[in-house]
Nanobody, 128 residues
């Protein structure tokens, strides 16, 4: 059974950083991709970044390009994908989710309908 668990959210001041983790289980590596999304109150779920487990290729939304980095630790935790978030702003406040794309494809723009096995999410709040 495919499953993901997010962690690493919290409170941070503007300009600060956080690293989110997405631990996936039940994957038949390497045929999958893991994507990060977020949803702020009253807004649609937004695709942020995606990493293909077969070749570690990545896709980013323009809104986070240059500030967020998606990566994995191939040596120690190949089924865990991280989202390093730098230069955080108040409008980054949202619940952050990861999910699995079973074909291993990261297609831009990242659409929530292409992903499944959603986690429960982790809250990120940026405030001064």
């Amino acid at each position: 059974q495919l499953q993901v668990v997010e962690s690493g959210g919290g409170l941070v001041e503007p300009g600060g950083s956080l690293r989110l983790s997405c631990a996936a289980s039940g994957l038949t590596l390497p045929y999958a991709a893991i994507g990060w999304f977020r949803q702020a109150p009253g807004k649609n779920r937004e695709g942020l970044a995606c990493l293909s487990l077969s070749d570690s290729s990545t896709v980013y939304a323009d809104s986070v390009k240059g500030r967020f980095t998606i990566a994995r630790d191939n040596a120690n935790a190949p089924s865990t994908v991280y989202l390093q978030m730098n230069s955080l702003r108040p409008d980054d406040t949202a619940v952050y989710y990861c999910a699995i794309e079973r074909l291993g494809l990261c297609l831009s723009p990242l659409m929530p309908a292409d992903f499944g096995s959603w986690g429960q999410g982790t809250q990120v709040t940026v405030f001064s």
